[in-house]
């Protein structure tokens, strides 16, 4: 069984910076495909980023593409999501996900496994 443990959230001021780290146990998470998904109070949860297996191939959201960074640490078993220039709208509880299967993976429902959750708060 894989577990995943997001860390890295709290409070900060808008255009600010965070580094969320995911951490898996169990499981081949050197194998894993990961994405990392965010939802905010009332809302749906929301894609943000992915990354394949290999760390090779990754994927950000548009409206992030230039702000966030996903990277993935075999080793340390550990994915990352480095948020730079944060906004309000931002706020919310951000997940990641590992999908058993290799690739670049948008929707949730491709995914296996899943964290508690860390929460976000961007503050103007």
């Known amino acids: 069984q894989v577990q995943l443990v997001e860390s890295g959230g709290g409070l900060v001021q808008a255009g600010n910076s965070l580094r969320l780290s995911c951490t898996a146990s169990?499981?081949?998470?050197?194998?894993?495909?990961m994405g990392w998904f965010r939802q905010a109070p009332g809302k749906e949860r929301e894609f943000v980023a992915a990354?394949?297996?290999?760390?090779?191939?990754?994927y950000v959201r548009d409206a992030m593409k230039d702000r966030f960074i996903i990277s993935k640490d075999n080793a340390k078993k550990t994915l990352y999501l480095l948020m730079n220039n944060l906004k309000p709208e931002e706020t919310a509880v951000y997940y990641c996900?590992?999908?058993?299967?290799?690739?670049?993976?948008?929707?949730?429902?491709?995914?296996?496994?899943w964290g508690q959750g860390t929460q976000v708060t961007v503050t103007s």
């Open positions: 169990g499981g081949f998470f050197s194998s894993y495909s």
């Open positions: 990354i394949k297996w290999s760390g090779a191939d990754k």
């Open positions: 996900a590992a999908a058993v299967s290799s690739g670049v993976w948008l929707g949730a429902d491709q995914y296996d496994y």
